[in-house]
Structure formats: structure tokens, C-alpha cells
């Protein structure tokens, strides 16, 4: 009897066509660039592992995607750890696979029309470094990192390459979500990395901090290195398989704020942590102005402490962060880990069912939506590439004026763009107003470009001490000596807003003092410039002289949005004007001829590890919202209810009333005017 397992491995074709139920009449699965939901399951193997695939079964795959219907699957195939999920010819295979669980998750899949992508470990690879420790990036001391290939080697020829290959031919895979890549890379002083910077630069001794010189072209030079080597198994993947669509996780996100030249396929991050819908806010609305497929993988779980296991989050929690990435016009993933043998509890499916529904329900009206310029946030790559001692992000409290600054603005229910650096001369002018957060260096490049256009008649929102510095000429004021770390508290409407910090002493010149500081919580006395306004050219421009989104992104006060709105309201008017509590999050967005108002509502979002998961988000409303228009809708409907929502239109304003938000509703404005 012939092995049709041997045969079909030998003669290259995909294993799952070796089974019934799979027929050259299989539906077609969606491409990444169409596709907005999906789960996303991974394991990283390892050699205690003794029960690897022994309870996934054809019932449960196909349970799973008839409850669930994911446009795609991402499934374990190589973990940090370096070991294989599935029997390999050519790199290391966890040593106790029960099944092949790619097998059976593609064989489904494929009869569903469901694309199936594998989750691989690509930088970090812990065990081809035990292996071959030559493969190692090596740190300044001389030490050999752990985990961390050097991208200066030959592991993505020798290792990762032809394991990929493998993969996607005997499966028959859609693509791979590439892991522990940006994120893990670090930098490498190994002999063939020194050699290369010396051969480019002429520099003999490598730069170890930023204090020594030639530490900004060692950085550039490194990250140089990570482009080129993600360059290269892109291309040499799609060479082979030109259908094989690639992501590296967090490429072209926050992580790696660059113009998006390498030829992957899509783009996508998993957040996670507390606060995460802080963290989604930010990365949706980065990805949104990128230009290129992405979507966001929210965790379906989370460790309070590294002592604690897994605590899994209620379907209302996972709604209320999915919304977040839907008023930006993404996709939205979920990640879960099965149990080590593979088995996807009932659970667990019942709670990814019912946010696929409630994403289902909203896809027409939030996927591949455009912005409606409103408020524009710079994100600034110069700052972190000169003032954070790494490659590439997670940055962690670098990020915090940009995190800030846009909770305190959502938090305001203004409708924002975070816009990259390396975009913002090709869209500042269609922006109303510009905020630039406390970034301590944006740049002489970037300066000129938001001189330029307040000259030209824009409006714009500096914060910092730094900031006030880079621009001073163009505020109208004097800066007398330099800026220290002062307390200060700010007025609120019932309260003081603390924000002790850096901050700079102003003496107004031609500039307008919008609001003063105090050192203590007396605002009868001692106060200082907290805030200017100044005409410049055709526009204005505005500054808080402290570190405004940091501060924000440490204490969320009341009194410091409340602060801050008052600054806002005396440069910008809203398009959209909510009346509601600050947690409702409004995203003005457009598809086709249709204008719509996405609003959020994220009341009792996770924050404190020691309240890790939610079961009850409480509605809020009745709503009093009106919209800038140019004439009368024809029509105002509450969505995805199809609810007509009853207004009227005066002097440029549709104003009507949402009686009720629960999580995520869309007023659609059908067209926008008659």
C-alpha cells in the first residue's frame, strides 16, 4: 500500500490535501489587505511540553470557526523558545508532538475558506543560539545575548528562511505573523557587526553609549541592518511563494515610526498591559495614517503580577478595546492560548463568538473608513531615535507625551489623528489644529514645517520646555534663564491639576497669557505663565510651558483636562460637539458619501492590575450631539441598530440626541448633505 503521507511529502505538495473533505472546489480565502477579523492562537513550544497537539480534532476546528467565523487563523508554528510546533525536516521540532496540529487547523480551514497564518519567533530563537551560539548578537560587554540572533549572521539563511519555507509549502500557509523581531533585536557588537560598522564608517572603537561618539551612526547603522535583514527573507520568501503575505510584528507601528518602504505585506502589533485601550487608542491611530493594511491584536488575557497566571477577559471587556480599533478603520485580532495539548475550551470560543458578532455587526461601517481631519498629534520619530539609548520601541515612558496628549484629548471628545513625523508635511494642511506634544527634540526639519504652516494660516498646540525653546520667536515671548523641575499645580473646574515637571519661566512679549501656575494649591498668589497665545503670520500658536502629556499620562486628573480643553477651545471648533461624560471617545470618520461620528464608550476601561477584568461596562447617554454640515442630511440613522435618530438642522449645525451608548455606536450621516 502506497504512504500517501510519504508521497505527498516527497513530492512537495501541501499535507492537508492528503485527506478527505478538501477539493480543488475549496472556497477562496480572503487576502490580509481584505480581511478584518481573526484569532490568533500560540504556544511557543518547548521540550517539557509532553502533550503537543494531542487534543485538537477536526470537531473542534470546525466547532471553532462555524461559532466564530474568522476571516483567518494565525496558529502556532515556532515560539521564542526556538522549537517547532509541527515534525520538521529541517529545524528542531518540539521533542514530544502527540499531532500535527498545523495539519488539522489547515485542513479545516481550507474547507471553510478561512486563511491560515503561523505565529513565528524570528529575531528571538533561544534554542538556534543553544545550538549554534556563534548566532548569538553579542553585547558590549563582550557577552553573548541569550536569545537574540544577530541579524548581522546566518541564521535567517541557514535557520529561519528554509524552516519558513518548509512551513508554508507543506501547509499550504497563507502567510506568517513574524514575532520577536524590532522589538528583540538588540544591538550587536559580534565580530561580523563590528567589522561591517568599521568597513562603513572608518571607526575603530565602537561606540557603547550615548556618550561616546559616533553613538547616533551606531544606532542608525544597527537599525540599518534590522531593515535590511527583514528585506531580505521578505523578498526571498515571496520569490518562492509570491501569495505568502509577511507582517513583523510592530514594523511600522510606534515601535518603528518609518516610512513603510520594505515590501511586507501588512501590518500588525499585539497591546497588552493595563490600560490597553490607552495603548490601542495610540497604535490604531498611528496605523491609520501609515497608508498600509494593518490591524491589532488585543490579548484575551492578562498576568496581574509575574507571580499570577492568566486571568481571561469577559466579551464585554474585549468589545469596549475592540471599538477602539474599530472607529479607526481597522482590523481586529484576538489572542489566546490554548491549552499546551491544544484544546480550545467552550468558553473561551463562546467569548470570541460574541465579539466576532459584535465586530460583524459594525465591519461595513468601520473597516478601511478615512479621517476627517480635526486634530492632528505629531508623533516623533527624531525624538525617540536621539533621545532613547535602543534601536527600536517597545519605548515605554519615552512615548508617554504622545500617550498623553491624546488621552487628554480624546478625554475632551476632540476627534484625533496621530500623525507619523515622516508624514507630516504631505498632510499638516489639512488639519485645522496641530498639537506637538512634549517631545524633548522634534527636530530643526520638523520645526519649520509647523513655523510654516502657522505662517500659512494653521493653528497649532506646543507643549514643553524644549518645545517653548525651539520656538520661541514664533510664540512672542521671552524665555529668562533655563527650565527646571518645579511643582506646579494647575486650575481645574472644581479642583487643582498636579503637574510637577519641567518647566519653562516665561515673560510674554507680544503673546497673550492664556492661564497661570501655582506652586501650591493657593491660586490667589505666586502664580506663573502657565500658557501663551500669539498671532504669527496668518495663523496662531500656542504653548503650555510644561510636560503636559506626560503629566497627563501619569495622573489622567480631571483638573489637567479640564485645563487643557480651556487652552484647546481658544485655537480650534470641533466639527463634532458631544455632551457626555469625558469617557465617551469620539472618531469622526468617512466611507463612501456617508459622514460618521463613531463614539465609544469606555467607562470602567481596565486600569489597575489588582482589577484586571471587567464583566459590566455601564451605558451612558442620553447624548447631545451636534455636527458641522455644510447643508441638511437627508438622512441620520444609529448604527449598526439602523435606529433614525430625530434633529434638526440650523446654521450649520445637524444637532439630535443618542439615547443611549452601551459600547460602540455609529451615527451615520447619509450623505452628509443634500
Same mark, same amino acid.
Given at each position: 500500500?502506497?504512504?500517501?503521507?510519504?508521497?505527498?511529502?516527497?513530492?512537495?505538495?501541501?499535507?492537508?490535501?492528503?485527506?478527505?473533505?478538501?477539493?480543488?472546489?475549496?472556497?477562496?480565502?480572503?487576502?490580509?489587505?481584505?480581511?478584518?477579523?481573526?484569532?490568533?492562537?500560540?504556544?511557543?513550544?518547548?521540550?517539557?511540553?509532553?502533550?503537543?497537539?494531542?487534543?485538537?480534532?477536526?470537531?473542534?476546528?470546525?466547532?471553532?470557526?462555524?461559532?466564530?467565523?474568522?476571516?483567518?487563523?494565525?496558529?502556532?508554528?515556532?515560539?521564542?523558545?526556538?522549537?517547532?510546533?509541527?515534525?520538521?525536516?529541517?529545524?528542531?521540532?518540539?521533542?514530544?508532538?502527540?499531532?500535527?496540529?498545523?495539519?488539522?487547523?489547515?485542513?479545516?480551514?481550507?474547507?471553510?475558506?478561512?486563511?491560515?497564518?503561523?505565529?513565528?519567533?524570528?529575531?528571538?530563537?533561544?534554542?538556534?543560539?543553544?545550538?549554534?551560539?556563534?548566532?548569538?548578537?553579542?553585547?558590549?560587554?563582550?557577552?553573548?545575548?541569550?536569545?537574540?540572533?544577530?541579524?548581522?549572521?546566518?541564521?535567517?539563511?541557514?535557520?529561519?528562511?528554509?524552516?519558513?519555507?518548509?512551513?508554508?509549502?507543506?501547509?499550504?500557509?497563507?502567510?506568517?505573523?513574524?514575532?520577536?523581531?524590532?522589538?528583540?533585536?538588540?544591538?550587536?557588537?559580534?565580530?561580523?557587526?563590528?567589522?561591517?560598522?568599521?568597513?562603513?564608517?572608518?571607526?575603530?572603537?565602537?561606540?557603547?553609549?550615548?556618550?561616546?561618539?559616533?553613538?547616533?551612526?551606531?544606532?542608525?547603522?544597527?537599525?540599518?541592518?534590522?531593515?535590511?535583514?527583514?528585506?531580505?527573507?521578505?523578498?526571498?520568501?515571496?520569490?518562492?511563494?509570491?501569495?505568502?503575505?509577511?507582517?513583523?510584528?510592530?514594523?511600522?507601528?510606534?515601535?518603528?515610526?518609518?516610512?513603510?518602504?520594505?515590501?511586507?505585506?501588512?501590518?500588525?502589533?499585539?497591546?497588552?498591559?493595563?490600560?490597553?485601550?490607552?495603548?490601542?487608542?495610540?497604535?490604531?491611530?498611528?496605523?491609520?495614517?501609515?497608508?498600509?493594511?494593518?490591524?491589532?491584536?488585543?490579548?484575551?488575557?492578562?498576568?496581574?503580577?509575574?507571580?499570577?497566571?492568566?486571568?481571561?477577559?469577559?466579551?464585554?471587556?474585549?468589545?469596549?478595546?475592540?471599538?477602539? @480599533?474599530?472607529?479607526?478603520?481597522?482590523?481586529?485580532?484576538?489572542?489566546?492560548?490554548?491549552?499546551?495539548?491544544?484544546?480550545?475550551?467552550?468558553?473561551? @470560543?463562546?467569548?470570541?463568538?460574541?465579539?466576532?458578532?459584535?465586530?460583524?455587526?459594525?465591519?461595513?461601517?468601520?473597516?478601511?473608513?478615512?479621517?476627517?481631519?480635526?486634530?492632528?498629534?505629531?508623533?516623533?520619530?527624531?525624538?525617540?531615535?536621539?533621545?532613547?539609548?535602543?534601536?527600536?520601541?517597545?519605548?515605554?515612558?519615552?512615548?508617554?507625551?504622545?500617550?498623553?496628549?491624546?488621552?487628554?484629548?480624546?478625554?475632551?471628545?476632540?476627534?484625533?489623528?496621530?500623525?507619523?513625523?515622516?508624514?507630516?508635511?504631505?498632510?499638516?494642511?489639512?488639519?485645522?489644529?496641530?498639537?506637538?506634544?512634549?517631545?524633548?527634540?522634534?527636530?530643526?526639519?520638523?520645526?519649520?514645517?509647523?513655523?510654516?504652516?502657522?505662517?500659512?494660516?494653521?493653528?497649532?498646540?506646543?507643549?514643553?520646555?524644549?518645545?517653548?525653546?525651539?520656538?520661541?520667536?514664533?510664540?512672542?515671548?521671552?524665555?529668562?534663564?533655563?527650565?527646571?523641575?518645579?511643582?506646579?499645580?494647575?486650575?481645574?473646574?472644581?479642583?487643582?491639576?498636579?503637574?510637577?515637571?519641567?518647566?519653562?519661566?516665561?515673560?510674554?512679549?507680544?503673546?497673550?497669557?492664556?492661564?497661570?501656575?501655582?506652586?501650591?494649591?493657593?491660586?490667589?498668589?505666586?502664580?506663573?505663565?502657565?500658557?501663551?497665545?500669539?498671532?504669527?503670520?496668518?495663523?496662531?500658536?500656542?504653548?503650555?510651558?510644561?510636560?503636559?502629556?506626560?503629566?497627563?499620562?501619569?495622573?489622567?486628573?480631571?483638573?489637567?483636562?479640564?485645563?487643557?480643553?480651556?487652552?484647546?477651545?481658544?485655537?480650534?471648533?470641533?466639527?463634532?460637539?458631544?455632551?457626555?461624560?469625558?469617557?465617551?471617545?469620539?472618531?469622526?470618520?468617512?466611507?463612501?458619501?456617508?459622514?460618521?461620528?463613531?463614539?465609544?464608550?469606555?467607562?470602567?476601561?481596565?486600569?489597575?492590575?489588582?482589577?484586571?477584568?471587567?464583566?459590566?461596562?455601564?451605558?451612558?447617554?442620553?447624548?447631545?450631539?451636534?455636527?458641522?454640515?455644510?447643508?441638511?442630511?437627508?438622512?441620520?440613522?444609529?448604527?449598526?441598530?439602523?435606529?433614525?435618530?430625530?434633529?434638526?438642522?440650523?446654521?450649520?449645525?445637524?444637532?439630535?440626541?443618542?439615547?443611549?451608548?452601551?459600547?460602540?455606536?455609529?451615527?451615520?450621516?447619509?450623505?452628509?448633505?443634500?
Amino acid at each position: 500500500m502506497i504512504n500517501r503521507r510519504a508521497f505527498f511529502l516527497a513530492a512537495g505538495a501541501p499535507l492537508f490535501a492528503t485527506r478527505a473533505g478538501v477539493s480543488q472546489t475549496a472556497p477562496t480565502r480572503l487576502a490580509r489587505k481584505d480581511s478584518f477579523l481573526g484569532m490568533h492562537f500560540d504556544l511557543h513550544p518547548n521540550p517539557h511540553d509532553m502533550a503537543l497537539g494531542r487534543d485538537v480534532t477536526d470537531e473542534m476546528v470546525e466547532h471553532f470557526l462555524n461559532e466564530v467565523k474568522p476571516d483567518y487563523v494565525q496558529y502556532d508554528c515556532k515560539g521564542h523558545v526556538g522549537y517547532l510546533g509541527y515534525p520538521s525536516q529541517v529545524g528542531t521540532s518540539a521533542p514530544h508532538i502527540v499531532k500535527d496540529s498545523l495539519e488539522i487547523w489547515r485542513r479545516v480551514t481550507a474547507r471553510h475558506g478561512v486563511a491560515l497564518y503561523i505565529h513565528f519567533s524570528g529575531v528571538w530563537d533561544s534554542r538556534a543560539i543553544a545550538e549554534h551560539p556563534e548566532w548569538a548578537s553579542v553585547h558590549a560587554d563582550g557577552a553573548r545575548d541569550p536569545n537574540a540572533t544577530s541579524t548581522f549572521g546566518p541564521y535567517v539563511d541557514r535557520l529561519m528562511i528554509p524552516e519558513l519555507e518548509e512551513a508554508a509549502r507543506k501547509y499550504d500557509l497563507d502567510g506568517v505573523w513574524v514575532d520577536g523581531e524590532c522589538w528583540a533585536v538588540s544591538l550587536d557588537y559580534g565580530e561580523a557587526a563590528a567589522r561591517a560598522f568599521r568597513e562603513a564608517t572608518g571607526v575603530r572603537d565602537l561606540p557603547k553609549s550615548e556618550k561616546d561618539a559616533g553613538w547616533q551612526d551606531f544606532l542608525e547603522f544597527q537599525r540599518a541592518r534590522f531593515r535590511g535583514y527583514v528585506r531580505h527573507y521578505v523578498e526571498t520568501l515571496h520569490r518562492t511563494r509570491p501569495k505568502f503575505q509577511i507582517a513583523s510584528n510592530w514594523l511600522y507601528t510606534t515601535f518603528v515610526p518609518e516610512r513603510p518602504d520594505l515590501p511586507v505585506d501588512y501590518l500588525s502589533g499585539d497591546y497588552l498591559g493595563n490600560a490597553s485601550i490607552s495603548t490601542a487608542r495610540l497604535e490604531g491611530r498611528y496605523l491609520a495614517s501609515v497608508g498600509k493594511p494593518w490591524d491589532l491584536m488585543a490579548w484575551g488575557f492578562q498576568n496581574a503580577t509575574p507571580k499570577t497566571g492568566p486571568s481571561h477577559k469577559p466579551a464585554v471587556q474585549l468589545q469596549q478595546e475592540a471599538a477602539v @480599533i474599530l472607529a479607526q478603520g481597522g482590523g481586529f485580532q484576538i489572542y489566546y492560548q490554548p491549552t499546551r495539548s491544544g484544546k480550545l475550551d467552550e468558553r473561551h @470560543i463562546q467569548v470570541m463568538a460574541k465579539v466576532a458578532r459584535f465586530c460583524r455587526d459594525r465591519q461595513a461601517l468601520s473597516h478601511r473608513t478615512r479621517s476627517v481631519p480635526q486634530i492632528g498629534l505629531l508623533f516623533s520619530t527624531t525624538s525617540l531615535y536621539t533621545t532613547v539609548p535602543k534601536m527600536f520601541g517597545a519605548w515605554g515612558a519615552a512615548v508617554d507625551p504622545a500617550r498623553g496628549f491624546l488621552d487628554v484629548l480624546v478625554d475632551n471628545q476632540y476627534s484625533v489623528d496621530v500623525i507619523p513625523e515622516w508624514r507630516l508635511g504631505e498632510v499638516i494642511a489639512s488639519y485645522p489644529l496641530l498639537v506637538v506634544p512634549d517631545w524633548p527634540n522634534i527636530g530643526a526639519n520638523v520645526k519649520q514645517v509647523v513655523a510654516d504652516y502657522v505662517r500659512a494660516g494653521g493653528k497649532a498646540l506646543l507643549a514643553g520646555a524644549r518645545n517653548a525653546a525651539l520656538f520661541a520667536n514664533e510664540l512672542g515671548v521671552r524665555l529668562p534663564g533655563s527650565p527646571g523641575e518645579q511643582d506646579a499645580f494647575l486650575v481645574g473646574d472644581e479642583t487643582f491639576g498636579e503637574a510637577r515637571g519641567l518647566w519653562q519661566a516665561v515673560e510674554p512679549a507680544s503673546a497673550q497669557v492664556l492661564a497661570e501656575r501655582y506652586p501650591t494649591y493657593d491660586a490667589t498668589r505666586d502664580g506663573a505663565c502657565a500658557a501663551t497665545l500669539h498671532r504669527y503670520g496668518s495663523g496662531e500658536i500656542a504653548a503650555i510651558y510644561g510636560p503636559m502629556g506626560t503629566i497627563f499620562a501619569a495622573t489622567h486628573a480631571a483638573a489637567t483636562r479640564q485645563f487643557v480643553r480651556r487652552i484647546v477651545e481658544r485655537l480650534f471648533v470641533p466639527a463634532v460637539r458631544v455632551e457626555g461624560p469625558p469617557t465617551v471617545e469620539v472618531a469622526l470618520r468617512r466611507k463612501d458619501a456617508d459622514l460618521l461620528v463613531h463614539l465609544v464608550n469606555c467607562t470602567a476601561m481596565q486600569v489597575a492590575a489588582d482589577y484586571i477584568a471587567g464583566d459590566y461596562i455601564p451605558p451612558v447617554g442620553p447624548l447631545a450631539l451636534s455636527v458641522a454640515l455644510p447643508g441638511a442630511p437627508a438622512r441620520v440613522t444609529l448604527e449598526p441598530e439602523q435606529l433614525p435618530l430625530a434633529g434638526s438642522y440650523a446654521n450649520g449645525q445637524w444637532s439630535g440626541t443618542v439615547p443611549r451608548l452601551n459600547i460602540h455606536s455609529i451615527v451615520r450621516i447619509s450623505p452628509a448633505f443634500r
